[in-house]
């Protein structure tokens, strides 16, 4: 596999429910790939975060093909979550227009979670 591409701007730092900062463009992308999403925190926190894709690239027709529900995660840790192509089902990629996003659905109350999401080809 090469190197990782970014989905999200980098490590992003949320503590509310909505997309997570940046997309990933994947018109061009052809299967076998993976996903693998970071999540860390300073104190436990618990989340849940979908992987989305969009045919379009607006995501007003955004698909969950893939929703993790994190039980608190201890404070100073790190999870790596992987996903591989065959687990994204319905995912849109291939054709033009066709983007990755990251959006946190549920998170603890006063929380802060640092999320950070590539693909891996």
């Given amino acids: ?5 970014d989905i999200t701007t ?3 730092t949320v503590s509310a429910a909505g997309a997570v900062t ?3 463009d994947a018109s061009a992308l052809t299967a076998p790939f993976e996903v693998k999403i970071q999540v860390a925190s300073s ?3 618990s989340v849940t975060i979908a992987f ?4 379009l690239g607006t995501f007003a027709d ?3 093909n893939y929703v993790v529900n994190l039980p608190p995660i201890n404070a100073a840790a790190e999870q790596w979550i992987s996903i591989p192509w065959y687990m994204l089902t319905g995912a849109a990629y291939g054709s033009a227009n066709n983007k990755f996003r990251l959006e946190v659905l549920a998170i603890a109350s006063a929380a802060n979670v640092a ?3 590539v693909v891996m080809k």
Avoid: E
């Fill in 52 to 55: 989305q894709s969009s045919v």
């Fill in 115 to 117: 999320i950070h999401g």
């Fill in 43 to 45: 104190a436990p926190a």
């Fill in 10 to 12: 980098g490590l992003q």
């Fill in 1 to 5: 596999m090469s190197a990782p591409t």
């Fill in 22 to 24: 940046g997309t990933y």
């Fill in 62 to 64: 955004k698909i969950a």
